[in-house]
């Protein structure tokens, strides 16, 4: 499975933006799939997940009510809507395929990494 993100860039506090990610190489539609970001001097972490129907999502407790993810399946896509930006979101933005759990997702696949910039 190849994963492919784009979308970001620098935005200010309270700013959105919207992070796409496309797939080939597999079933999309049968993949859970997700978002992990990574800030400098630290560990890569989760930030949300969906199910392969989209019914079920999972959100970092920080990111809950501002990001929102999503996917279609029709056009191989997965997205996280990113809303009242904070600085500490600064970080470069992951998108994941794998089996979903109960804390997150369990990751098979990674794509490259999309940087994203909050200036306050």
């Known amino acids: 499975v190849q994963l492919q993100a784009s979308g970001g860039g620098l935005v200010q506090a309270g700013g959105s933006l919207r992070l796409s990610c496309g797939a080939s190489g597999g079933t999309f539609s049968r993949t859970a799939m997700g978002w992990f970001r990574q800030a400098p001097g630290k560990e890569r972490e989760f930030v949300a997940s969906i199910s392969t129907s989209g019914g079920i999502r999972r959100y970092k407790d920080s990111v809950s009510g501002r990001f929102i993810i999503s996917r279609d399946n029709a056009k191989n896509a997965l997205y996280l809507q990113m809303d009242s930006l904070k600085p500490e979101d600064t970080a470069v933005y992951y998108c994941?395929?794998?089996?979903?759990?109960?804390?997150?997702?369990?990751?098979?696949?990674w794509g490259q990494g999309t940087q994203v910039t909050v200036s306050s």
């Open positions: 994941a395929a794998g089996t979903l759990t109960l804390t997150g997702l369990r990751v098979d696949y």
